[in-house]
């Protein structure tokens, strides 16, 4: 169950409330339209799951449970959401597999990352919506000759699975040599594809719950399609509003298994609300991520004392279902820490979390809770969807293209010069 708590004013009177319905009914026509099809990842997941369950069955290493070490390459939309649901869940779910991911053309991340693969051991999953991204295919090749993969050997390409647009330079790859490829709808964007095949795949793979992350992912998109989440709505008109005088959003996660969740909602955020808007005007919202209680030690000072620029969603969980303790151990000296002796540290953290909110707000700082009552499946499939949801609403307030990412394509552009002179 998540739990929102909203500590600004929204100010939302008479004007606010046509510009909301206004937005909304964008929102439902981007669904009802088929142009944008996230709204639909959670309930077609399900069929989509069928298929990896059948795979799983046909495929020479899988059916023998001889796969152990799952390699995801991919960079951005293609592994960033799918590492943070594996971040997230991966201690409370039984399995003997692991997901490895090679994101960056890093040579020592590579490097490193590699070392702890058996070729016996791995299945490589190749992930690009285009098709053709540099740093995917470029560490594909790596692995290909690393590991003396070869096309025309059946028992090889068993070991690799492709994961990209129906009809893509990868597509027309795995086609041509046999490699199980599962596609990414056309009408999904790469950082809004984590319940696609994207994440599915991998995830499965790994005998993770994903048929209780697609329910609770589906829960959310229809409670809120039923109109029953006017506060996204209300915040998301709220950061439009306020974008000027606050044009900084930060997210202050208290759990270091956030820590790639919030990677992956800086780039949702970012990448889908950085445009120009359609009087030529350069819009956007910059993402902050922090996590407590560590960085209560370094950017909460600019926060309450620096410039009033910011506003801040904090997130918590309720229960982490371990039940670990301070000891109550007296030492010489540091007597004055005492107080926190035989607590819990799931009560420390959250104290230090409402202690951090609180003063964030006596400061009159626009601030926001959300609330999770545990980590489960569910809980973030919903929180996926919350945050998706959130950007489309604020892209509608901010009248851009929200599924569109034009200044990346100039840089890739020179990229390309850069080698091709």
């Known amino acids: 169950m998540l739990d929102f708590e909203h500590k600004f004013d929204a100010k939302i009177g008479k004007k ?203 829960a959310y998109v229809n409670s809120f399609f039923e109109g029953k989440e006017n506060r996204l709505l209300e915040k998301a008109y709220f950061y439009s509003k306020v974008a000027k005088q606050y044009p900084i959003n930060v997210m202050f996660t208290y759990s270091t298994l956030f820590t790639y969740f919030n990677q992956w909602y800086v780039q949702l955020w970012a990448e889908s609300l950085g445009k120009i808007d359609k009087i030529g005007n350069s819009v956007g919202l910059t993402p902050i991520h922090l996590i407590g209680s560590v960085d209560q030690h370094s950017f909460l000072q600019l926060i309450i004392q620096g410039p009033k620029n910011k506003t801040v969603t904090v997130i918590k969980i309720e229960d982490f279902k371990k039940p670990i303790k301070v000891p109550k151990l007296n030492l010489d000296f540091l007597d004055k820490v005492d107080y926190i002796n035989g607590h819990k540290f799931n009560t420390l953290l959250n104290a230090e979390c409402d202690a951090t909110y609180e003063t964030i707000i006596d400061e009159n700082i626009p601030a926001d809770c959300i609330t999770l009552d545990k980590i489960t499946p569910e809980n973030i499939g919903s929180l996926i969807l919350y945050y998706e949801l959130l950007t489309s609403a604020v892209g509608q307030f901010f009248e851009i293209n929200t599924y569109d990412q034009p200044g990346v394509e100039f840089g890739k552009v020179k990229l390309v010069k850069k080698f091709t002179k």
């Open 16 to 218: 606010a409330k046509e510009s909301i319905k206004k937005s909304f009914s964008a929102l439902q026509k981007e669904r009802s339209s088929g142009k944008i099809g996230y709204y639909n990842l959670p309930e077609n997941g399900f069929s989509l799951l069928e298929e990896v369950e059948k795979y799983k069955k046909t495929n020479e290493y899988l059916k023998e449970n001889l796969i152990k070490d799952i390699v995801v390459i991919g960079i951005g939309g293609s592994s960033l959401g799918t590492k943070a649901v594996y971040e997230l869940l991966k201690d409370q779910t039984k399995t003997d597999k692991k997901l490895y991911f090679l994101e960056n053309v890093d040579p020592l991340d590579i490097t490193r990352t590699l070392k702890k693969i058996n070729k016996n051991r791995a299945m490589f999953i190749v992930i690009s919506k285009s098709g053709s991204t540099i740093e995917t295919t470029s560490i594909f090749k790596y692995i290909m000759e690393k590991y003396k993969l070869s096309f025309k050997s059946k028992s090889d390409m068993q070991r690799v699975v492709a994961i990209t647009d129906n009809g893509s330079a990868l597509s027309m790859l795995a086609e041509k040599n046999s490699i199980k490829q599962f596609n990414i709808p056309l009408n999904v964007g790469g950082r809004f594809s984590v319940l696609s095949a994207v994440g599915i795949v991998p995830l499965a793979l790994a005998n993770f719950d994903v048929n209780s992350l697609l329910k609770g992912a589906m």
